[in-house]
C-alpha cells in the first residue's frame, strides 16, 4: 500500500477519535447530573422508612403501592397534569401569534417587543409570583379593577386554587413557546408564502396549508418544554395554589421537608416522572403521526 493510499485512513481515523473525545465532556454531565441522580432517587425510593436516618437499610416497594393505591395521590396527580396541559394551550394559543408578527416584522419597534417577550425572564420567580399575590388576591388589582367598574360585588377567588397557578404559570412559561416558534417561523423562506399566493391561494388558506405545517417542529418543541416545566414547578404554586391549587411538585417537598419521609417522596417524585414521560412519549408520537399526514 502506498503513502497516498494509508494517508487517508490515518486522517479518518485521527477524525473518529478526535469527535470521540468531544463528546466524553456530554457524557460526564450527563452521566453526573441526570443518570446518577435519578439512579439515587430510584435507590432512595425503594429503601424501607425510618425515623432516625433518611431511609433505613432493607429494601421494599411499599412507598409505590401506596402511593398507586392512594385516591388523594391520584387527584393531585391528575391536577397537576391538568394545569400543565392548559398552561401549555393557552401558552401556545397567546404565543403563536406574537412569534408569527416578530418573525415577519420589519419594524424599528421589534426590538422592544423582543424585550417584553423576555422581560419575565429577566425578574427571579419569586419577585414574579409575589407580584401575583398582589395582582390576585382578595384585596388585590385584579378584584379592586372588577369591583370599580361593576362586574363583580364580591372579591372573586383568584388565589389558593388551579386558577391562580394557572395563570401565573403562563406568564412565566410564555416566552418558552414564543422562543422556539419564533426561530421556526424565521427559517420558513418567504418565497414559499409568495409562491402559494401567486397559485391563488389567499393569506389565510396559505397560513393554514404552508406555513402551519412548516412551523410543526416549533409547536412541538415549545410545548414539549412549557408542559414539562409548568408540571414540574415548585414555586409558584407553593405560593399561589394552597390546598386547592396543590401540585406534586409541592407534595413531593412536604413529604421530604415536613415529614422527613424520603423514600415515600422520592417514590411519589418517580411516578411523576414516569407519567410525565409517558405523556410527552405519546405526544410526540402523535404529533410525529399528525407532521407527517400534513400536505
Do not use: C
Not at 49 to 78: M, N, P, Q
Not at 147 to 158: K, R, T
Not at 168 to 179: D, E, G, M, S, Y
Not at 257 to 285: E, H, K, T
Request: avoid cysteine.
Amino acid at each position: 500500500m502506498s503513502a497516498v493510499e494509508a494517508a487517508p485512513r490515518v486522517e479518518g481515523r485521527s477524525n473518529r477519535g478526535s469527535a470521540t473525545w468531544m463528546v466524553v465532556p456530554a457524557l460526564v454531565l450527563l452521566i453526573g447530573f441526570f443518570a446518577l441522580p435519578y439512579l439515587t432517587i430510584i435507590t432512595m425510593s425503594l429503601r424501607e422508612a425510618s425515623t432516625r436516618a433518611v431511609y433505613g437499610e432493607g429494601f421494599t416497594l411499599a412507598h409505590y403501592t401506596t402511593a398507586l393505591g392512594d385516591f388523594y395521590i391520584w387527584g393531585i396527580l391528575g391536577r397537576t397534569l391538568l394545569i400543565g396541559a392548559t398552561v401549555t394551550v393557552i401558552s401556545l394559543l397567546l404565543g403563536y401569534p406574537v412569534a408569527y408578527h416578530l418573525a415577519k416584522s420589519r419594524s424599528r419597534w421589534t426590538s422592544l417587543l423582543y424585550i417584553f417577550v423576555l422581560s419575565p425572564l429577566l425578574v427571579g420567580l419569586v419577585v414574579r409570583t409575589f407580584a401575583w399575590m398582589i395582582i390576585l388576591s382578595n384585596n388585590g388589582v385584579a378584584n379592586q379593577a372588577l369591583q370599580a367598574v361593576g362586574l363583580i360585588d364580591f372579591p372573586l377567588q383568584l388565589m389558593n386554587n388551579s386558577l391562580g397557578v394557572t395563570i401565573a404559570l403562563t406568564h412565566v412559561f410564555l416566552p418558552f413557546v414564543i422562543l422556539p416558534l419564533l426561530g421556526n417561523l424565521q427559517a420558513i423562506s418567504p418565497d414559499l408564502a409568495m409562491a402559494s399566493r401567486s397559485l391563488g391561494a389567499s393569506r389565510m388558506r396559505t397560513f393554514w396549508k404552508v406555513t402551519l405545517p412548516l412551523s410543526m417542529p416549533g409547536i412541538q418543541a415549545g410545548t414539549i418544554l412549557v408542559f414539562v416545566l409548568s408540571i414540574s414547578a415548585y414555586v409558584t404554586p407553593a405560593m399561589l395554589g394552597g390546598t386547592g391549587g396543590r401540585t406534586m411538585s409541592v407534595l413531593v417537598v412536604q413529604y421530604l421537608v415536613d415529614n422527613f419521609r424520603w423514600p415515600a417522596g422520592a417514590a411519589l417524585a418517580i411516578i411523576m416522572a414516569a407519567v410525565a414521560v409517558i405523556f410527552v412519549g405519546l405526544y410526540l408520537r402523535l404529533t410525529a403521526r399528525a407532521m407527517r399526514r400534513l400536505p
